[in-house]
């Protein structure tokens, strides 16, 4: 059975940080490309990062740039997302969502599994 399950979020006051992880069971995610993507009440979800298959190309979007860092352990079968320095406003449900398409992929509809989310609250 394929899975991606995350793990990592919680509460975090402003400034601080939370390392997201993203394993995948049921299929190797060598070959695919990665995403992370978040969701927060009454907002669309929002691509947030993605890092490809081939050559570890990355996507960060706007809002996040400089702060978060996205990596693979293919070892691990793991994804991870480095979020550093957050912000009331990154409080979300974050998922990781991978795609067959191996260079860094932004839409959604091109992913194929996703994981059922993990969230992020930032508050003091």
């Known amino acids: 059975q394929v899975q991606l399950v995350e793990s990592g979020g919680g509460l975090v006051q402003p400034g601080g940080s939370l390392r997201l992880s993203c394993a995948a069971s049921?299929?190797?995610?060598?070959?695919?490309?990665i995403g992370w993507f978040r969701q927060a009440p009454g907002k669309e979800r929002e691509g947030v990062s993605c890092i490809s298959s081939s050559y570890g190309s990355t996507y960060y979007a706007d809002s996040v740039k400089g702060r978060f860092t996205i990596s693979r352990d293919n070892a691990k079968n793991t994804v991870y997302l480095q979020m550093n320095t957050l912000q009331p406003e990154d409080t979300a449900i974050y998922y990781c969502a991978a795609s067959p398409i191996r260079t860094v992929v932004i839409s959604p509809y091109d992913y194929r599994y996703w994981g059922q989310g993990t969230q992020v609250t930032v508050s003091s």
């Open positions: 049921g299929f190797t995610l060598d070959y695919d490309a």
